[in-house]
């Protein structure tokens, strides 16, 4: 076994996480000060959202100097301290690689903008006008057309995020191993690894408007495994927002040398209007994520390794989003938790997930930092939509929710700073912070610390078979899990109901192994389960 698969990643996201000089911006000594509570909890890895020098028109998913530290969050050698410091804990530091493309303000980028015979000029991808506009009518995650034009040399370039972060070329070889050689820079250090940011995106073939799963994608990965991280020992995740279950062993499959894992984000999309975007809402069926989750812990075989997550900095708090961000705010995040953490595959925490953070809606877009939220708010303004339509879109999945700065206590900011926060924090400090989680030995934090625990001293989580039970209940999620001769099950009231329920073959008593009450034995055969009442029992 590898060690990232008994493993359970800590995604931190530097600016929100602990300002250690007072200028308002999380910073890596302030992630030092904080490796106490990672280690607390019992996180094996940290996933650092980038740290590199950018402009910071997308947070630092736009960079301009992969090898330099930007000023806000420290310098190389603070990285460095936070790496050897980390380790001392056990911790390993898993950097975001973000090599789809870089900022427009990156040396290369610059250099290719002085003219078509410059040599980096073929680092990124550039295309002639047709018919006097844009090549084609690819569309920017981020709104907006994918081609910018730039008057001086009269093409386009591709950009599918902001245009301020052209994409790379991969079919440049050079390119590639300059980026081979930067990665080797931080495999040198002894990094734990990378989360390599739309990973699936750099084999794309714009001229075909292919964007994901280019024909060229795996021979790209397997040069670059071959190049850096394949003789050492870290682990490496792919943000994979095309995958399926069809095509995850083509990145996992150890034979194939190419990633440790994928995240993929199916069951994050079930609460939007299929076919269109992100942004138009539906109410998410529990039937179908029953299915979706299903098929992904069935479906991938056994030489694929998958990720498990509910959070990012992407992705609005699920608390607010699908369980009950009030009165069961609590049970419902225990109850997210335990579903999520008992199934097979890698679990992510995203910073303040372990205290049950939620939501921070906003009342005008000035409240708003994210790109992506910004130009969706312009687009749809345009498109005729009403300021209030577009603000329920807003707080529903904006990504300006999951970054705002942690609660560690209930002074002032939180104790996230002692200056003025870059975002403000969610008004609900008082009631949700780390040191009131860590003073109660029944808080969300330590239903996290317990499942990490478990994690580690039972294989059968990492390794056992996975059956769904009664998929079709509207309200009750469940599952079996079995190794060698051991079974667990899992039964989870995902709503705000009481549920009577039973499971007539299985025994009557039995002790539950954590539950999201503080409940210790269960009758399966006449459950009464209370709003995100949610167990793990040994069965025979
Ligand atoms: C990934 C990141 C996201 C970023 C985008 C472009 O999806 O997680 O934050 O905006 O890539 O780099
Ligand atoms: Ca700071």
Known sequence: MK??????VYQVYPRSFQDSNGDGIGDIQGIIERLDHI???GADAIWLSPVYRSPNDDNGYDISDYQAIHPDFGTMEDMDQLIAEARTRGIRIVMDLVVNHTSDEHKWFQEALKGK?????????WRDPVNGSAPNDLRSTFSGPAWEYDEQSSQYYLHIFSKKQPDLNWENPKMRQEVYDMMNFWLDKGIGGFRMDVIDHIGKVPDEKIVVNGPKLHDYIQEMNAATFGNYDVMTVGETWGATPENAPLYSDPDRKELSMIFQFEHIGLDEQPGKSKW?????DLVELKQVFNKWQTEIGENSWNSLFWNNHDTPRILSRWGNDQEY????????AILLHLMKGTPYIYQGEEIGMVNTPITAISQADDI????????RLEEGYSKEEILRSINAKGRDNARRPIHWTNEKHGGFTTGEPWLALNPRVEEINVEKALADKESIFYTYKRLIQLRKDNPIIVKGSFTLRFPDHPAIFAYKREWEDEKWLVIANMSEETIPFALTKEPKEIKAIISSYEKETY???QLVLRPYETFAAKIK
């Open 3 to 8: 060690w990232w698969q008994n493993a359970v």
């Open 39 to 41: 280690e607390k909890l």
């Open 117 to 125: 015979d410059d040599p980096y000029r073929d680092y990124y991808v």
């Open 280 to 284: 138009d809402l539906r109410e998410m």
């Open 329 to 336: 705010r609590v049970q419902s995040a225990k109850a997210f």
């Open 372 to 379: 992506e939220t910004i130009n969706f708010y312009n687009e």
């Open 523 to 525: 009758d399966l055969n």
